[in-house]
């Protein structure tokens, strides 16, 4: 294993003007060494979760314990996607030196990051809601290991800070691109593997065709060093049946394999030109707390019961006895399954969205 120096990633704010009612720029970080995001939310929706009131640990609807907070004016979206926009410096860059360079596209994907109290006055249900976008930057030059770049973005874009660095570390980049389990691996022989891939909203998915072969580093977090321990090969094609007849990647999916590597410790996975995972553990127990969480949310959730001893966390209400709790609830038992016998065969289409009724 051989030292990797520089690996903290270097994080300033040149903050060259602000505005405290407008969106807020969450983050800034690098998709590889061709693409830099900016993440923007709008404003938040908030919960409360005290167990309080007479709502507390029941399914009725109690608009109190949810509310919308939003940050000023949104993003302005048609601002956001205009290159001129957009300047990338660099001091360590040549390549950004002087006045720096616009990128030579902007694309964006915007979603729903909360939902608050419904409105109940018409027919059909409205929630309200607050919005996130992420901007994604295509570089006119790939970044260079260890430099750091500065993204200024022009204050028509309705941003509360417009300007903020980031250096390009494979170490300690965190790529959105590079997806492993966050939970972990076992340390036994069993396969390791990441994927690679993103979608970048009418930017469409990132292809990492020329990035095969490159290679692949395991980075010890408690000792600073890495070690090559394989490289990108693709794994599979975009398609339309992952799971359910839905294409859930929108892309083509490359691998990061270090099926082999078994020594327990804490790391991240960085692929070169890239960027790096988020931190993970391999150990031969690692699924256990995840099991024993799992397990005991079923319990508490799903089946419920009176606590004795005022140890344990408030049970579900209603608890869903047969004419007991509450008094008009009723069980009805069928082995109905998409692979039942009415069904004929399961094949998908008409059978899956039109069942059969319930048995009798």
């Known amino acids: 294993m051989k030292k990797a120096a520089g690996l903290i990633v270097a994080l300033s704010f040149l ?10 720029l969450i ?11 900016a993440r ?18 029941t399914s009725d609807h109690n608009t109190a314990n949810n509310y919308k907070v939003l940050y000023g004016s949104g993003l302005n979206t048609a601002n956001a996607v205009l290159t001129a926009n957009w300047v990338i410096k660099s001091a360590d860059d040549a390549n950004y030196g002087g006045a720096g360079l616009n990128p030579l596209g902007c694309f964006r994907k915007s979603k729903l990051n909360g939902m608050a109290e419904m409105d109940w006055s018409g027919s059909d249900f409205v929630y309200d809601h607050t919005m996130e976008h ?36 494979i170490f300690s980049s965190r790529s959105e691109s590079v997806h492993v389990n966050v939970v ?11 994927d690679l891939y993103i979608w970048m909203g009418n930017g469409g998915a990132r292809d990492y065709a020329t990035f095969a072969g490159k290679k692949v580093y395991i980075y010890n977090v ?22 359910g007849w839905f294409n859930l990647t929108a892309s083509n999916v490359w ?7 078994n020594t327990p410790g804490t790391y991240r996975l960085a692929i070169e030109g890239v960027g790096c995972s988020e931190d993970f553990e391999i150990k031969r127990d690692i699924y256990f707390e995840p099991f024993r969480v799992s397990t005991l949310g079923f319990f508490y959730m799903r089946i419920g019961q009176n606590d004795r001893y005022g140890t ?39 059978k899956w969205d039109n069942p059969p009724g319930p048995l009798t």
Not at 184 to 194: E, F, L, M, Q, V
Not at 224 to 239: M, R
Not at 312 to 341: C, D, E, F
């Open 40 to 57: 923007f939310f709008d404003g938040e929706v908030l919960f409360v979760d005290d167990g309080l009131g007479s709502t507390a640990y």
């Open 312 to 350: 344990m966390p408030v049970p579900r209400r209603p608890l869903y006895i047969a004419g007991v709790s509450p008094a008009n609830t009723k069980v009805y038992i069928t082995t109905m399954q998409p692979w039942h016998a009415q069904w004929d065969s399961f094949s998908g289409g008409d």
């Open 184 to 194: 972990g691996y076992p340390s036994d022989a069993s396969i390791k593997a990441a």
């Open 27 to 37: 983050e800034v970080k690098v998709i590889d060494k061709d693409y830099i995001m």
């Open 255 to 261: 691998k990061a394999d270090f099926t082999g590597f």
């Open 15 to 24: 903050v060259l003007s602000t505005n405290s009612f407008a969106s807020r």
């Open 134 to 169: 992420t901007i994604y930057l295509r570089l006119p030059h790939s970044m260079v290991q260890g430099s750091v770049y500065t993204v200024e973005m022009n204050a028509n874009t309705n941003s509360d800070v417009l300007s903020q660095s980031v250096t390009f570390n």
């Open 222 to 243: 408690d000792t600073d060093t890495a070690q090559e321990v394989g490289t990108v090969a693709l794994w599979k094609n975009s398609t339309n049946n992952d799971v």
